[in-house]
C-alpha cells in the first residue's frame, strides 16, 4: 500500500505515497476531520479544489447518526457525502477518552451511554470493524483504549495489553473489497510500553501504523516524546499516522521525526472562533485593528478568501454573525494546512527540507490559546 520514494538526510523524513482504491495519497499528507460525514463549513467541491486528497470520518458517530441502514442504503459512506476520493475512519477508539464519563471499559470493548439519548451502545474490535467495512472506508482504523494524559503506569499498562488483543481480533475480521487496516501504538509517554505495543503490532502485519494517546493533555514535549519513542519501532514500508495532530508547526518537526499522515480539527474549529493560521502564526480577524484593514488575510495566498476579502471584511461578517466570515476563515485555513504540506513534500524532493524546517520554525509564533486547545483537536464531541 505505501511506497517510500525518498528519505531526507537531515531528518527522518519521507516522501511517499499510498494506493487505496480510490486513488493515490501523496504523502507527507493531511487529513481534514469529517466527523459527522462533513468537514466543518466546507463543501466537497471547496475541499477538492484545495487539492485535499483525504478526509477522516468517525465510526462512532457515523454508527449512532445516520445510522448504517441509511449509509448502507446510499451505498455506502463515499456515496452518501458525495465524495468520491479516500476516507479514513477512525475506529471510535478516541470515544473512550474523550466519552469516559459515559462509558464502561469491558473485557471485550466498551459500553457507551449515547451522549444523544442515554441508550446502550456498545463498541468493540468486531463491531468496530463490521461497521467501517458497512461504511467502505479505504483504510479503517483497529479498535484501541486511548488513555488520557496523566493515568498510572498500571493503567497505561493495561491499555496497551488492552490495545494489543484487541488489534489481534480486529486483525480476524472481515473488510471492505480493497480495505486497509492500521494498527494503533499506544503506551502514553513511557518508552517500554510504546516500544512493546509497536513491536506487538508489526508482527500482526497492518497495512500501516499510527501513533496513538498522543494530543490528549499532555505537554507538547511529551507529545514529542511519545512520538520519538514509538517511530524507531515501526517498519519503514508501511504508512505511519500521528492521531489528532497538530499546529503547523508541530506537524513540520513531526514530519522531520518521520510521520507520513496527520489530521486535526483546529483548521476549522479555531477558524469558527475567528482565528487565521499564517506560516508566520495565527492572526486574530476579531482584533480592532483589523476594523479598517482592506489587506488580505494572508499576503500571497491563493485561497478563495484572500482573493477575494479583505480582513476587515471578515471581521465585519464575524462580528454581525454571518456564517460566510466562518466559512472563508476556514477555507483560508484549510488551505493554508493543504499548501503547508505541499511545501513540505516539495522541499523532501529536492533535498532542501532541513532549510525549509528551519526557516519555518523560526518565523512561526506559536499562539498559547490555541495550543491550550490541541487536547480537544480531534474529539468529535467538540465538532457537534
Not at 31 to 53: F, W, Y
Not at 147 to 153: A, K, N
Not at 309 to 338: P, Q
Request: proline share 6%; charged share 25%; glycine share 10%.
Amino acid at each position: 500500500m505505501f511506497k517510500l520514494l525518498k528519505t531526507d538526510p537531515s531528518s527522518r523524513a519521507r516522501l511517499g505515497y499510498l494506493t487505496t482504491p480510490r486513488g493515490v495519497i501523496d504523502t507527507p499528507v493531511f487529513m481534514p476531520v469529517g466527523t459527522q460525514g462533513s468537514v466543518k463549513a466546507l463543501d466537497p467541491r471547496e475541499l477538492r479544489e484545495m487539492d485535499t486528497q483525504i478526509i477522516l470520518g468517525n465510526t462512532y458517530h457515523l454508527s449512532i447518526r445516520p445510522g448504517m441502514e441509511i449509509i448502507g442504503g446510499a451505498g455506502g459512506l463515499h456515496r452518501f457525502i458525495n465524495w468520491p476520493h479516500p476516507i479514513l475512519t477512525d475506529s471510535g477508539g478516541f470515544q473512550v477518552f474523550s466519552l469516559a464519563k459515559i462509558r464502561k471499559i469491558q473485557e471485550h470493548g466498551v459500553e457507551f451511554r449515547s451522549h444523544l439519548d442515554g441508550s446502550l451502545l456498545f463498541l468493540g474490535p468486531k463491531e468496530a470493524m463490521a461497521i467501517q467495512a458497512s461504511l467502505g472506508s479505504d483504510i479503517a482504523m483497529v479498535f484501541d483504549e486511548c488513555p488520557p494524559h496523566g493515568c498510572t503506569p498500571k493503567d497505561a499498562k493495561l491499555a496497551v495489553e488492552r490495545t494489543i488483543r484487541w488489534a489481534e481480533e480486529c486483525r480476524a475480521q472481515p473488510r471492505a473489497p480493497g480495505q486497509a487496516a492500521f494498527g494503533i501504538v499506544q503506551g502514553s509517554c513511557d518508552p517500554e510500553l510504546r516500544e512493546m505495543c509497536a513491536k506487538a503490532l508489526v508482527k500482526m502485519d497492518f497495512d500501516g501504523y499510527a501513533i496513538g494517546g498522543v494530543s490528549v493533555g499532555e505537554p507538547e514535549a511529551e507529545m514529542m516524546k511519545a512520538v520519538e519513542y514509538t517511530e524507531p519501532h515501526l517498519p519503514e514500508d508501511k504508512a505511519r499516522y500521528a492521531m489528532g495532530l497538530g499546529t503547523p508547526a508541530q506537524i513540520v518537526e513531526l514530519v522531520a521525526r518521520g510521520v507520513d499522515m496527520f489530521d486535526c480539527v483546529l483548521p476549522t474549529r479555531v477558524a469558527r472562533n475567528g482565528t487565521a493560521f499564517t506560516a508566520k502564526g495565527t492572526v486574530s480577524i476579531k482584533a480592532g485593528f483589523n476594523k479598517s484593514d482592506l489587506s488580505p488575510i494572508e499576503e500571497g495566498c491563493e485561497c478563495y478568501a484572500c482573493r477575494n476579502f479583505s480582513k476587515a471584511y471578515l471581521r465585519h461578517l464575524l462580528n454581525v454573525g454571518e456564517i460566510l466570515g466562518l466559512r472563508m476563515l476556514s477555507v483560508h485555513n484549510s488551505h493554508m494546512y493543504m499548501n503547508l504540506m505541499a511545501q513540505i513534500r516539495d522541499h523532501l524532493k529536492n533535498g532542501t527540507f532541513g532549510e525549509y524546517r528551519r526557516a519555518f520554525v523560526e518565523q512561526y509564533v506559536p499562539s498559547r490559546k490555541v495550543l491550550s486547545a490541541r487536547v480537544l483537536n480531534r474529539s468529535a464531541e467538540e465538532e457537534r
